[in-house]
């Protein structure tokens, strides 16, 4: 039963990634990215991780891609993109190097652990009771990675600062824009 | 619950618990089918009861012709919808524009998934006996529950969202970008105000937080009946209802995001947002309102439980109706305002005042001191607030080229 899930979601995940990069309409793209992430989601069930598998749907899908969309629809960048011209020179093999690096890294992984294929049902260890997904996460959360969490909180309350003020327009930065036209 | 589970994709409905055969797909199969039934009939009926019920309030007499007190009018209009000729704009994304109203249908079906509408949960944890398998009258009890209302409610801005863009049109474009603005931002509030109960009740389980408000535990008042005015007025806004339908506004908008829709594709969106609000109703009463709970009145086990959940879910029906006839439409400015610097920070607020009740418990500290240092400190904070908010509408004043560009 999980390997045919773990089949379907995997064949839902590369589809969507493929799509995500093939397609020409942005987008048709973000909406294969969503399909990659609800595949994603399913996956984290499989693996029992319920609590990931929810918020997977809930930021990714639910907050992150919707901004994406916000900004292609606003911005108006859906119409269809001459993509033979690349934007920044030599960007197609860079990427092809960088892909391909990945996946001999990922392959050399599974290819020299002792673990093998995956035969646990996860790699941290399995989870003993269903009800206590939340509670592990929010335990570990809350008192070994305390720091790291505030830190983190911190930072994306300093970037959300730093983007409102770099989104708000000077009264006098106008007036020195409007009386250097005038000169 | 120390039983051994079946495989826990299907969450933890007894049910499964010693494997699955067919049966329990049988049963399962059942429960799926009685649910999409259920919203199908509930939504013809729920649409006849606001129209009959808002002309009483306006004075006049509503649907009255097909069937008796015009019951069927629903219906009529639902095959009238059907055999319209169906409309795909040549500019259109046809691909996107197909798909949309199936992205607004399809999560309004399954919050309902998740919504115990009955079982004795007097003394019993809700189990229900169905052709001699235990289980629960739920068509599923994920351990994360009411994370997939937040999920499919955030799933659900796609359908609005992709059905103003793929019209090719301007307007059903801005009608979309301002619809899942404001549904976006109601989602922190309802968030926030839910995190509330979910500190109360100790699990995301809808089964297991219906547990914890038996019998008369309500979660109303057992977090102190603010969240619950919070989650109600998040779930009126992101349910795109009245004060807060902007997002549509007949007299002025057309028909905002859905301009474009006609025939059936129309008909799926109408067909959304009332199940939305049914579902969405019997989410608030399974939160806030103890769901099926309520003191035994039958002599049949399971039969008051089913009672219960109904008159509670009629009256939070009769509520949106209510808020419908009575309040006139917010401006989007107002709006935003409500849901960004009132119902955010209060919810927030107020989920850290539960805390500090629970903290000062567990210490052994006053926890009536505890709540009033705690409330000192929140009243502080909204103050500071609000002077900020003061100061800036004071500085836009001065200088209306400032600030935001």
Redesign the interface.
């Known amino acids: 039963?999980?390997t045919a899930?773990f089949i379907v979601c995997a064949a839902i995940v590369l589809a969507g990634a493929l799509g995500v990069v093939l397609v020409r309409?942005p987008?048709?793209a973000a909406?294969s990215l969503?399909g990659t992430l609800f595949g994603m989601a399913v996956l984290f069930?499989?693996l029992?991780a319920?609590?990931l598998?929810?918020?997977q749907?809930?930021v990714y899908?639910?907050?992150i891609v919707?901004l994406f969309?916000?900004v292609i629809?606003?911005l108006g960048v859906?119409r269809l993109e001459d993509l033979s011209v690349e934007p920044i020179a030599g960007q197609r093999v860079l990427a092809a190097v960088v892909g391909l690096g990945t996946f001999g890294l990922a392959a050399a992984v599974l290819a020299t652990s002792d673990i093998g294929l995956p035969t646990q049902p996860a790699l941290t260890g399995p989870i003993t009771d269903?009800?206590s997904?939340?509670r592990q996460i929010a335990d570990v959360l809350f008192t070994d990675y305390v720091y790291a969490f505030e830190a983190t909180a911190a930072l994306l309350t300093i970037s959300v600062v730093g983007a409102v003020v770099m989104?708000?327009?000077?009264?006098r930065d106008?007036q020195a824009r409007q009386s250097a036209q005038d000169d | 619950?120390t039983a051994v589970?079946g495989?826990?994709?299907f969450g933890?409905d007894p049910l499964y618990i010693g494997g699955v055969g067919l049966a329990e797909v049988l049963v399962t199969l059942l429960k799926v089918g009685v649910a999409f039934a259920f919203l199908l009939v509930a939504v013809m009926l729920m649409i006849w009861f606001e129209r009959k019920l808002i002309s009483d309030m306006q004075n006049r007499i509503g649907p009255s012709l097909a069937g008796p007190f015009g019951i069927f009018q629903t219906l009529a209009d639902g095959i009238k919808l059907f055999f319209k000729e169906d409309l795909i704009p040549e500019r259109s994304?046809r691909?996107?524009f197909k798909l949309a109203p199936y992205l607004s249908l399809v999560p309004a079906f399954l919050v309902f998934a998740v919504v115990p509408i009955g079982g004795d949960f007097n003394g019993g944890d809700g189990r229900v006996s169905l052709f001699g398998h235990e289980t629960f009258l739920q068509v599923s009890d994920?351990?994360?529950g009411i994370?997939?209302v937040?999920?499919l409610s955030?799933?659900a801005?796609?359908g609005v969202?992709?059905a103003g863009?793929s019209s090719g049109s301007k307007y059903p474009?801005l009608a979309s970008?301002r619809a899942?603005a404001q549904m976006?931002s109601y989602?922190a509030a309802l968030g926030l105000s839910l995190a509330a109960v979910l500190l109360k009740s100790g699990?995301?389980?809808t089964n297991?937080i219906v547990s914890e408000q038996a019998v008369w535990n309500w979660n109303l008042w057992v977090t102190w009946v603010v969240p619950m005015v919070v989650f109600l007025i998040a779930v009126t806004a992101e349910l795109n209802r009245p004060p807060f339908d902007l997002v549509e506004a007949e007299q002025e908008l057309v028909g905002g995001f859905h301009t474009e829709y006609s025939s059936i594709r129309f008909a799926l969106f109408f067909l959304a947002e009332f199940m939305n609000t049914i579902t969405m109703s019997a989410i608030i009463v399974t939160l806030f309102l103890g769901g099926p709970n309520g003191p035994d009145f039958t002599t049949v086990g399971w039969l008051s439980g089913l009672l219960w959940f109904f008159a509670k879910l009629v009256l939070f029906l009769f509520t949106f109706v209510w808020l419908r006839a009575t309040l006139p439409r917010f401006r989007y400015d107002q709006l935003m305002d409500l849901g960004w610097k009132l119902l955010i920070p209060l919810s927030l607020g107020w989920l850290l005042v539960l805390a500090s009740y629970d903290i000062a418990g567990d210490r052994g500290w006053n926890r009536a001191a505890a709540v009033i240092v705690m409330l000192a400190v929140m009243a502080a904070l909204a103050a500071l607030l609000g002077l900020a908010l003061r100061a800036a509408r004071h500085r836009r004043e001065l200088?209306p080229?400032?600030?935001?560009?």
């Open positions: 039963m999980e899930i309409n987008v048709h909406l969503v069930l499989n029992e319920h609590f598998a929810a918020v749907i809930i899908a639910g907050a919707v969309l916000f629809m606003l859906d269903q009800y997904n939340l989104s708000r327009r000077m009264a106008d | 619950m589970l495989p826990s994709v933890l994304d691909l996107v994920p351990p994360v994370l997939l937040l999920a955030s799933v801005v796609y969202m992709l863009w474009l970008v899942s976006v989602e699990s995301l389980s297991q200088d080229q400032g600030g935001f560009a």
